[in-house]
């Protein structure tokens, strides 16, 4: 069955770019929707954005100047670039796999997350 | 704040059956997008609970379920276990944003 893992550093520093990849076991890469999600510590989650196995993104409006996601498909991966960090990007970083339908999508496989950290 | 409306906590004894909320808008859950629950526990990858309103993936107890009427949803878990002490997260399409939106979560405290 199809696993994800997310990889990259824990600790970045305010106003670096954050990069993080997510490796996908098990299936194929296409054809699908691939997402970023993340978790403040003591908040709820937050969608990033998405990659489709074609190229298309998209992204959360309030990330969408600073935000990156691009596909390796070579070697079934994903990546998240986040420019510009700050302490409010601290956060549990998970990558999913968005099933999309006529009327909504959900995620249905999830990486197991990875804690960044920014700060000097 | 989040876009999706859930209270931050319930709790409930074991055996008993509780519903967790989740209020949105005319951009969102009333403009007929689905609705999606996950289940949280901390140091876990969220899991998928119920897709579309109301409907369990495999090997997810018939003891949860969901519905979905006008601008908000419900998950209801019945015949409440220890084990269902988690963070639950619904989740929809928000045409305004474009995007995903989730609730602000809610923490099910079995008593």
């Known amino acids: 069955q199809v696993q994800l893992q997310e990889s990259g550093p824990g600790l970045v520093k305010p106003s670096e770019t954050l990069s993080l990849t997510c490796t996908v076991s098990?299936?194929?890469?296409?054809?699908?929707?691939w997402s970023w999600i993340r978790q403040p510590p003591g908040k709820g989650l937050e969608w990033i954005g998405y990659?489709?196995?074609?190229?298309?993104?998209s992204y959360n409006p309030s990330l969408k100047s600073r935000v990156t996601i691009s596909l390796d498909t070579s070697n079934n991966q994903f990546s998240l670039n986040l420019r510009s960090v700050t302490a409010a990007d601290t956060a549990v970083y998970y990558c999913?796999?968005?099933?999309?339908?006529?009327?909504?999508?959900?995620?249905?496989?999830w990486g197991q997350g990875t804690m960044v950290t920014v700060s000097s | 704040q989040s876009v999706l409306t859930q209270p931050p906590s319930v709790s409930g004894a074991p055996g008993q059956r509780i519903t967790i909320s989740c209020t949105g808008r005319?951009?969102?859950?009333?403009?007929?997008?689905?609705v999606h629950w996950y289940q949280h526990l901390p140091g876990t990858a969220p899991k998928l609970l119920i897709y579309?309103?109301?409907n369990r993936p495999s090997g997810v107890p018939d003891r949860f379920s969901g519905s979905k009427s006008g601008t908000s949803a419900s998950l209801a878990i019945t015949g409440l276990q220890a084990e269902d002490e988690a963070d639950y997260y619904c989740q929809s399409y928000d045409s305004s944003l474009s995007g995903s939106v989730f609730g602000g979560g809610t923490t099910l405290t079995v008593l």
């Open positions: 999913a796999r968005e099933r999309v339908g006529a009327t909504s999508a959900a995620f249905d496989i």
């Open positions: 990659i489709y196995y074609g190229g298309s993104t």
């Open positions: 579309a309103n109301a």
């Open positions: 098990g299936g194929s890469i296409s054809p699908n929707y």
């Open positions: 005319s951009s969102n859950i009333g403009a007929n997008y689905d």
